[in-house]
């Protein structure tokens, strides 16, 4: 059974950072790409940085040069790591397979002003 379990949310002041974990299972990690989602209320969920299993990593414009995302195969987990953090990053946090219906549970992340 595929499972994705991410952790780290919280609430932060502008300018924080945090960092975000998703926890596979069920599934031969190190073949897989990786992504991590947002959705704000109101919001469509949107595409915050990719990795490939190859490493290569892509990020969508409003989180370039601030947001990391990183893999560990040796521990079937992604990252994502969230500096100079903004109101505007406040959002439920997904990680997910690609192109597939796996999906986590999400993690709320709260920005504060």
């Known amino acids: 059974q595929v499972q994705l379990v991410e952790s780290g949310g919280g609430l932060v002041q502008a300018g924080g950072s945090l960092r975000l974990s998703c926890v596979a299972s069920g599934m031969t990690f190190s073949v897989i790409n990786i992504g991590w989602y947002r959705q704000a209320p109101g919001k469509q969920r949107e595409l915050v940085a990719g990795?490939?299993?190859?490493?290569?990593?892509n990020y969508a414009d409003s989180v370039k040069g601030r947001f990391t995302i990183s893999r560990d195969n040796s521990k079937s987990t992604a990252f994502l790591q969230m500096n100079s953090l903004k109101p505007e990053d406040s959002a439920v946090y997904y990680c997910?397979?690609?192109?597939?219906?796996?999906w986590g549970q999400g993690t709320q992340v709260t920005v504060s002003s």
């Open positions: 997910s397979v690609p192109y597939t219906n796996y």
């Open positions: 990795i490939s299993r190859g490493g290569n990593t």
